[in-house]
Every structure is written in C-alpha cells, then in structure tokens.
C-alpha cells in the first residue's frame, strides 16, 4: 500500500482504495514493529478509503500513532473505526462524512489551508463483516501458532491473514472482496466529487 500511493500521488491521483492497512503490531512495545503504511500516508498527499487497520494488530495504538503523525481518520456514515474484517473495531471516531460530496469538501478544504503534504483515512466499515466469535477464536488461535512457530517482525501479518484464510474456510476471503469491492466504489464516488467541482 505504502508504495501505491505513493506513486498514485506522483500520477496526481488524489484517491486511492483499498481493503486494510497496516498499523502498529500488538509486540510493538518490544518489537517497535509498524507499518511502513502510515509514515507513507504522513508524507503522501493521497485520501484512503480503507476499512480501518487489520483487526489482526494493535488498533488503538494505531490510532494514537496516526493522531502522532496528524493524520485524519474520518468515518464514513459511522462513529465506529472499523477493524477490516470487522465493521467495528470497538474504537469511537471524532469525525464522520454522509457523503462522497462531504469528503470531498474536506479534502478540498486541507488543499486550500496548505494541509495537503500529507492524507488523509477515510474508514469505511465492511458491509458484511466475518462473525465475531468467528473472528475472535481465529484470530487468537492464528497468534499462538505464529508465537509457537517463531514467527515474528514483518513475517506476522501474512502469515495471521493465511491463518484466517485456512481456518476460515474461504470466509475470510469472502470478507476481503466485498471490502475492496465497496472502497472501490466509494473511491470512484469520491473521484467523481471532485472532478465535479465548480
């Protein structure tokens, strides 16, 4: 994702989907593991339509790393950080949009208040998650296993999202492409807003 856009930006492609991003891990505090996604989104001038951060890492310091980088986090048409496979990650948001023409708006808004050296996330909650139990057994099962089979660093990350794939019996992949079926959309929406400006 961290390369993406950047070379979105370098196309002067203002807009760009996809389905989780990476964050900060659950070991950071020992580890210092994080996601090259969010100092690219800190330096690169490009609106995330995502569905929040993967539920398989540390979600609330995630969002304490992005407010540190003073990256917005809006919601779109909910109050709720959405955890990827989760259309709720249990986290609040301050700031929420109803429409691609109000995220439009924002985006503008940064632009012309000098605001656009960096991005900007806008959350977009999956709309059909996996089912929570479901989601909460495999994802602890998918931790142990990588702390059984020394998995560690940037290694985790595939490795829990094959972990859920397997275990999941396809559900998570289910998931996965509704999410970059419904960001994509809302992106091209958004697209759309903003070439439409009078």
């Known amino acids: 994702m961290a390369a993406t856009s950047r070379i979105a930006a370098l196309a002067e492609i203002e807009v760009f989907a996809t389905g989780g991003l990476g964050g900060v891990h659950r070991d950071a505090s020992t580890s210092w ?13 490009i609106l995330v339509v995502c569905a929040g951060v993967k539920s398989i890492l540390d979600v609330p310091a995630t969002l304490e790393r992005l407010e540190t980088l003073s990256i917005p986090v809006v919601g779109f048409q909910t109050n709720h950080f959405p955890g990827f496979y989760l259309a709720e990650s249990g986290e609040q948001l301050e700031h929420r949009c109803d429409s691609p023409a109000q995220v439009a708006a924002i985006w503008r808004a940064r632009a012309a208040s000098g605001s656009q050296r960096s991005g900007m996330i806008l959350a977009n909650p999956a709309s059909e998650q996996m089912e929570p139990k479901l989601h909460e057994r495999i994802l602890q099962g998918g931790l142990a296993a990588a702390k059984s089979n020394g998995v560690h660093g940037k290694a985790v990350t595939p490795f829990l999202l094959e972990y859920f794939h397997e275990q999941s019996e396809g559900e998570s992949l289910r998931v996965n492409i509704e999410i970059i079926r419904g960001n994509a959309a809302l992106a091209a929406d958004i697209a759309v807003a903003l070439a439409s400006r009078s």
């Open 33 to 45: 593991d994080e996601s090259a996604d969010l100092m690219a989104i800190a330096t690169t001038p």
